[in-house]
Nanobody
C-alpha cells in the first residue's frame, strides 16, 4: 500500500520562509519524477517544481529564484524550501510521485498561508 504524506505548511508573514517535506512508503523505483504542485481556492492545481532522477530541476515561473526543490529518488521523498514568500503563494501544496509508466501518486496536501 502506498502512502504519500506532506508536512511543514503553516502561517507565515510575507517575506518569510517555510520548508515543506514529503515522505512516502510503498512506492517502487528510483527513477520517478518528484514534484510539488499547489492549488489556491477557486484555482486549478499548478506545478511548482519538479525533480527528476537525472538531477534536473524545473520550476514554474513564480517559483523560480525563491523556491528550491530537493529530492531523494531512492527514498522517494522530496522537500521544498520556500523563501521570500508572498501572499500569492497562499495555497494547498501537494506532493506527487510519478512513475515512468505514467501513474502518479498524490498526498493529501499541506496548507501554506502567507499573511501579515
Amino acid at each position: 500500500q502506498v502512502h504519500v504524506v506532506e508536512s511543514g505548511g503553516g502561517l507565515v508573514q510575507p517575506g518569510g520562509s517555510l520548508r515543506l517535506s514529503c515522505v512516502s512508503s510503498g512506492v517502487e523505483g528510483s527513477n520517478n519524477l518528484l514534484a510539488w504542485y499547489r492549488q489556491a481556492p477557486g484555482q486549478k492545481r499548478e506545478m511548482v517544481a519538479i525533480s527528476s532522477s537525472d538531477g534536473r530541476k524545473h520550476y514554474a515561473g513564480p517559483s523560480r529564484d525563491r523556491f528550491i526543490i530537493s529530492g531523494d529518488h531512492v527514498k522517494n521523498s522530496v522537500h521544498l524550501q520556500m523563501n521570500n514568500l508572498e501572499p500569492d503563494d497562499t495555497a494547498a501544496y501537494f506532493c506527487s510521485i510519478s512513475r515512468p509508466q505514467g501513474y502518479t501518486y498524490w498526498g493529501q496536501g499541506t496548507q501554506v498561508t502567507v499573511s501579515a
